[in-house]
């Protein structure tokens, strides 16, 4: 039978006004409206001769049936725990047991009052009809038949699958989890824990999206501790290097805007003409990836006109002369401006300005470092803040990112091994940069395995004695965020089993054989923290979990269940778990006092502020490198097999004509939020941007369907065609369609960038060192 | 108050209910085997309202001939496709998500529902997790209004004995009328379009949709023609 009801059927498009059923007619909603005057529901009432009714699916009410107040709203606290730099306080509307709508929280001075586009949607994510709702079994990974099971036969069935493996390979080595910010829930972490309750398991450790500018400001400054992102309206000049915040942070804009109104210029610098670079007052568009010849051609030029901050790097700072002699030695500004492209006059000009221009900041974007010389020039953009004398200055600093407030317990995470669990010998760094444990596990006889997840297919693919056998995925989607998708789908090919634990059906759970319903934000108790701003917020449970989800801690205490039934000791993690009670666990004094509360339920007031000593990072000077004093000769980096110096590093050699760049929508967070209605009004399907001279190079027309492809894989799409992409660039933003066949990782390879392991325990992608060619379809 | 004598139609109805109510709550190859067995059951029971009206039948007449394991199965993976997940389904069974000004679940119009349940003292099974207005639920609820209509109208409203208000049979019946002529009938009709118009239904769910759909549109009918005053009562009221 085919489909007969043409464009208005449910996968067709619905009208722009939204005002439509799944089947694309208009609805009639309003007739049923005033059920509630109806005066036969009172006669009904009244009756009370209601007790023989032949129901046997509804169940005899009882006056605690409805736990919510029917007749006002009750006000929750929420945070969005996405993988974003605002981190939004949320407050959370709930009638009849129904989030209503969510606004931003009022108290939070960063969050004030407003979400962004995306978190304005949640509503649409709790209530979406696309929602997994079960626990459910896939005879056949891929084969789309699924079955619906109840929680306790789905636990038991991975329960037994862990005892079988553990059994075979005398350890649980064969079980591997890849997990990462789908979720940043502080009480998240407890699959981690789950993973250590079952004992030494394998990990895809590192994270793909900053850790060569971790490792880098850990080398230059001991930490990475930036700024507070409120104090940059007191600076005197911005540099937004290689982010979008008027798509990717749109709370931190109102910052940048006052201090333009207080006179301070900003300066955009990105290969893509941005939504941010039409707001500054400059706007470079260098040869992507050249970031770090920019950043040593303006230290070159602030060294000629001696603009250097001479108390800073002699008495607060090591290497500065070598640095000095470095530039003098390799650099010039006309060498830099040949490497990037900008104009060597426009180079000093700005160079100049940053260097009088007191304070004076960087925002190091997480784009510009993903390339195979991304902590190389990061180190060079900190050098060139700290020789101007702008580090550990209020509306200084060079602002990357921070983990300050994230100093909780993490009781969910740490859990001990059951007694003579065995597991890997060797080596153990740290599995990410949350990971609390990392000195603990040095300590410990046997480790988990790690594998690089930036690498996932490959180390899925050669993982040996014993090879992967089942992997569990939350709070990610490998599908849509691990690289070389088609290496992927052979990887999955080698697991015995997968188990992923979901909200939608992604790609991952279409490859997987057990998908187990999750709990969104407004479900589950967690407390939140930022990586950019220093709220912290409460996340209250709002409303009861629909469907049969539950919260990873839940699942974790239910496999621990079926584990111990099983074979009694097997798992260490508690059976019976409240989320509010594991929330509040997650306190400590260290976090009551940084915020300034007594208590956690202090929180519900609203979310509280870390009372910093300066709302500058380093402003007593004192670093944490091993000197003591900021770093331009960083031996620890050179030990590492760096340079010392922040010297300029090559890009990479490019395997197909264009460069290709992927970065992120304003309609999604990685493969999330794409899905929702209201984000498919805005944007119902990916494009190919690229330059004017390129399509007429290439014969493509506006709108045309092309194909992307290079060794890893292709895609096929429409292209637009705009002057906001340099010439040799093809670009298209990652996202996740539900009715879409389309994957940007069909097209990203694995290759690492050239730090990361220090701190997160393995080195970072180079996403926007790939390269495609394009043709008409 | 008409006074309306018992037609033969409630037994039918009450028959279909139970069995689209189980089926469309199925959670397994063996709920939509044995739901759907309820159901041609029914049918060799009652016949077709349809076929026994002269119109052409709802559904093809015959029970699912195929009775072996795997057939049930495939039932079930189709089952899950179009109605349960976990991929986006394309009809899904709730009315919220035909009925709002955006598909969703947990509407206003699943409060209306829920409202409703609540006015016969039931609810569903945790509430607020369970969204109140999935198909199934709904047609529990008919039947439970269709057992209330049938002790209220078997009484003269006379001799009603104390706890039945004198104005049950009325509200019953409204409430009926409400629920599968209103609600339903605003809902379930694009319903049973759109999952029939699926590839690859198998026949059990296809007669199911189809003897829903049949039933909807016949009680609805029977609604307006109560309604019409002009009605003569010797008119046969249209067979349920
Ligand atoms: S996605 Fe980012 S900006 Fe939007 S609500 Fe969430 S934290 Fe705020």
């Known amino acids: 039978m085919s489909k007969t009801t043409g464009p208005t059927g449910p996968t067709g498009p619905t009208g722009p006004t939204g005002l439509n059923g799944p089947d694309g007619t208009p609805s009639r909603g309003g007739a049923s409206r005033s059920l509630s005057r109806r005066s036969f529901l009172k006669g009904l009432i009244a009756s009370g001769a209601l007790a023989t009714l032949p129901c046997s699916l509804l169940m005899p009410r009882s006056a605690s049936a409805a736990p919510f107040s029917k007749s006002d709203f009750q006000i929750f606290r929420n945070a969005c725990p996405r993988n974003c730099y605002d981190t939004c306080s949320i407050v959370t509307y709930v009638r009849d047991g129904v989030v209503k709508f969510v606004e931003g929280a009022p108290e939070?001075?960063?969050?004030?009052?407003?979400?962004?586009?995306?978190?304005?949607?949640?509503?649409?994510?709790?209530?979406?009809?696309?929602?997994?709702?079960?626990?459910?079994?896939?005879?056949?990974?891929?084969?789309?038949?699924?079955?619906?099971?109840?929680?306790?036969?789905?636990?038991?069935?991975?329960?037994?699958?862990?005892?079988?493996?553990?059994?075979?390979?005398?350890?649980?080595?064969?079980?591997?989890?890849?997990?990462?910010?789908?979720?940043?829930?502080?009480?998240?972490?407890?699959?981690?824990?789950?993973?250590?309750?079952?004992?030494?398991?394998?990990?895809?450790?590192?994270?793909?999206?900053?850790?060569?500018?971790?490792d880098a400001q850990n080398y230059d400054l001991g930490d990475m501790w930036c700024n507070d992102p409120e104090d940059m309206e007191k600076s005197r000049y911005v540099i937004i290097w290689g982010a979008n915040p008027a798509w990717c942070s749109v709370h931190s804009m109102k910052y940048v805007y006052a201090a333009r109104d207080r006179g301070a210029k900003i300066v955009v610098i990105d290969p893509v003409l941005t939504q941010t670079s039409a707001k500054g007052d400059v706007a470079w568009q260098p040869e992507t990836g050249s970031d770090g010849a920019l950043a040593l051609g303006m230290a070159r030029h602030v060294l000629d006109l001696g603009l250097v901050d001479r108390d800073f790097v002699t008495s607060n700072a090591v290497g500065f002369e070598e640095f000095a002699a470095y530039l003098r030695q390799n650099v010039t500004v006309e060498w830099a401006a040949e490497k990037s492209g900008i104009p060597a006059d426009e180079i000093r000009r700005v160079a100049e300005e940053f260097a009088t221009a007191k304070p004076a900041t960087i925002w190091i974007g997480y784009g510009m470092q993903r390339h195979v010389n991304g902590g190389a020039a990061v180190r060079a953009i900190d050098a060139l803040v700290a020789m101007t004398g702008n580090v550990g200055k209020v509306g200084g600093g060079a602002r990357y990112g921070h983990l300050q407030t994230w100093g909780f317990n993490y009781h969910a995470m740490i859990q001990k091994a059951p007694a003579g669990s065995t597991g890997f010998v060797g080596k153990a760094g740290p599995k990410g940069e949350f990971d609390v444990t990392a000195g603990a596990a040095a300590a410990a006889a046997y480790t988990d395995r790690a594998l690089n997840i930036n690498k996932t297919a490959q180390e899925l693919l050669d993982a040996q004695n014993p090879p992967v056998r089942v992997l569990w995925s939350s709070c990610k989607n490998p599908f849509a965020q691990d690289f070389d998708r088609n290496k992927l789908e052979k990887a999955f090919n080698k697991l015995e089993m997968v188990v992923s634990v979901e909200q939608f059906f992604t790609e991952t759970v279409r490859h997987s054989d057990i998908v187990l319903p999750v709990t969104t934000l407004f479900e589950e108790w967690t407390v939140n923290?930022?990586?950019?701003?220093?709220?912290?917020?409460?996340?209250?449970?709002?409303?009861?979990?629909?469907?049969?989800?539950?919260?990873?801690?839940?699942?974790?205490?239910?496999?621990?269940?079926?584990?111990?039934?099983?074979?009694?000791?097997?798992?260490?993690?508690?059976?019976?778990?409240?989320?509010?009670?594991?929330?509040?666990?997650?306190?400590?004094?260290?976090?009551?006092?940084?915020?300034?509360?007594?208590?956690?339920?202090?929180?519900?007031?609203?979310?509280?502020?870390?009372?910093?000593?300066?709302?500058?990072?380093?402003?007593?000077?004192?670093?944490?490198?091993?000197?003591?004093?900021?770093?331009?000769?960083?031996?620890?980096?050179?030990?590492?097999?760096?340079?010392?110096?922040?010297?300029?590093?090559?890009?990479?050699?490019?395997?197909?004509?264009?460069?290709?760049?992927?970065?992120?929508?304003?309609?999604?967070?990685?493969?999330?939020?794409?899905?929702?209605?209201?984000?498919?009004?805005?944007?119902?399907?990916?494009?190919?941007?690229?330059?004017?001279?390129?399509?007429?190079?290439k014969g493509i027309a506006d709108l045309d369907t092309v194909r992307v492809f290079n060794p890893s894989g292709e895609v096929k799409l429409r292209a637009k065609i705009t002057n906001t992409v340099p010439g040799d660039c093809l670009l298209m933003y990652e996202a996740w369609f539900r009715k879409l066949d389309f994957n940007v990782q069909n097209l990203v390879d694995d290759e690492s960038a050239d730090m990361g392991a220090y701190k997160t325990g393995a080195p970072g992608v180079a996403i926007h060192d790939q390269f495609a060619d394009v043709a008409r379809a | 108050m008409d006074h309306i004598s018992l037609t033969p139609g409630t037994p039918r109805d009450a028959c279909l209910l139970r069995a689209l109510r189980d089926l469309f709550s199925a959670r397994s190859a063996r709920d939509i085997r044995a739901a759907s067995l309820a159901l041609d059951a029914c049918r060799t029971r009652f016949g077709c309202s349809r076929a026994v009206r002269g119109t052409p039948p709802c559904a093809p007449p015959g029970a699912d001939s195929i009775d072996s394991p795997g057939h049930w199965r495939d039932a079930e993976y189709a089952f899950n496709r179009l109605f349960v997940g976990p991929m986006a389904v394309p009809a899904p069974p709730y009315a919220s998500a035909w009925l709002e000004r955006e598909p969703r679940l947990m509407g206003e119009s699943t409060m209306d529902v829920r409202n409703l349940y609540h006015a016969l003292g039931y609810a569903v099974p945790d509430e607020g997790a369970t969204p109140d207005d999935h198909l199934s639920f709904e047609l529990d609820a008919a039947l439970a209004l269709l057992t209330l209509r049938e002790a209220a109208d078997t009484l003269p409203p006379s001799s009603a004995p104390e706890p039945f208000p004198p104005a049950l049979a009325s509200d019953a019946q409204e409430a009926w009328r409400w629920l599968v002529a209103e609600h339903m009938g605003a809902w379930v009709p694009r319903f049973v379009q759109h999952a029939l118009a699926e590839p690859d239904v198998p026949p059990a769910i296809a007669r199911a949709l189809a003897m829903l759909l049949c039933w909807q549109e016949d009680a609805a009918a029977a609604c307006a023609h109560r309604h019409t005053p002009s009605a003569n009562a010797d008119t046969p009221t249209p067979s349920l």
């Not at chain 1, 304005?120 to 997994?132: A, T």
């Open chain 1, 529 to 697: 923290a930022s990586y950019w701003h220093y709220w912290v917020s409460l996340n209250e449970q709002a409303i009861a979990p629909m469907h049969e989800a539950k919260s990873n801690i839940e699942i974790a205490a239910l496999l621990s269940k079926h584990m111990n039934r099983l074979s009694p000791g097997s798992c260490t993690y508690p059976q019976d778990i409240d989320t509010r009670e594991w929330m509040e666990k997650e306190f400590n004094k260290g976090v009551y006092e940084l915020l300034g509360i007594s208590h956690w339920q202090d929180l519900r007031k609203g979310p509280a502020k870390a009372k910093m000593p300066s709302s500058a990072s380093w402003s007593d000077r004192k670093f944490k490198t091993p000197s003591g004093k900021y770093e331009f000769r960083s031996d620890l980096c050179a030990s590492h097999g760096h340079k010392a110096l922040p010297e300029y590093k090559e890009g990479r050699k490019p395997y197909a004509p264009y460069r290709l760049l992927t970065p992120h929508s304003k309609f999604a967070i990685h493969s999330q939020f794409a899905n929702l209605d209201w984000m498919e009004e805005f944007q119902k399907e990916p494009f190919v941007y690229l330059n004017p001279a390129l399509a007429k190079a």
């Open chain 1, 108 to 214: 939070s001075t960063y969050t004030a009052g407003g979400l962004c586009v995306k978190g304005y949607s949640y509503p649409r994510r709790v209530y979406s009809p696309d929602r997994i709702k079960y626990p459910m079994v896939q005879d056949g990974r891929g084969s789309g038949n699924w079955r619906r099971v109840s929680w306790d036969e789905a636990m038991e069935r991975i329960a037994r699958k862990l005892l079988e493996i553990k059994e075979r390979d005398g350890n649980l080595l064969g079980l591997a989890l890849t997990k990462y910010s789908g979720n940043f829930g502080i009480t998240n972490y407890g699959v981690e824990g789950m993973m250590s309750s079952l004992g030494y398991t394998t990990r895809l450790v590192g994270t793909p999206c900053w850790p060569a500018g971790i």
